[in-house]
């Protein structure tokens, strides 16, 4: 059994900084993209941001050069360093990630966090 477990959300004011981690545990062989989505009641999920094994990122237009994923493969964490947050960055932010284990490859999710930004 794999897990994600979120860290790291919450308030913050216009303008501020949240770093989100998302830890992966359990009988990991190994982990291939690991991503961080969004959701707003109301509205579809967004892929926020992703990271492939090799480091490779790729970005919603929305949050370019404002938020940086990362990986740390040894500690099977990815992070999410949000810088300059806008009241729109306001969401439920879960990470995703392909995991492979003795039984196959598969998509786990973490439970969510919640960042709430402030004006």
């Known amino acids: 059994q794999v897990q994600l477990v979120e860290s790291g959300g919450g308030l913050a004011q216009a303008g501020g900084s949240l770093r989100l981690s998302c830890a992966a545990s359990g009988s990991i062989i190994s982990i291939n993209n690991m991503a961080w989505h969004r959701q707003v009641p109301g509205k579809k999920r967004e892929l926020v941001a992703l990271?492939?094994?090799?480091?490779?990122?790729n970005y919603a237009d929305s949050v370019k050069g404002r938020f940086t994923i990362s990986r740390d493969n040894a500690k099977n964490t990815v992070y999410l360093q949000m810088n300059s947050l806008k009241p729109e960055d306001t969401a439920v932010y879960s990470c995703?990630?392909?995991?492979?284990?003795?039984?196959?490859?598969?998509?786990?999710w973490g439970q969510g966090t919640q960042v709430t930004v402030s004006s």
């Open positions: 995703a990630a392909g995991v492979r284990t003795a039984t196959g490859t598969d998509g786990y």
């Open positions: 990271i492939t094994p090799g480091g490779g990122t």
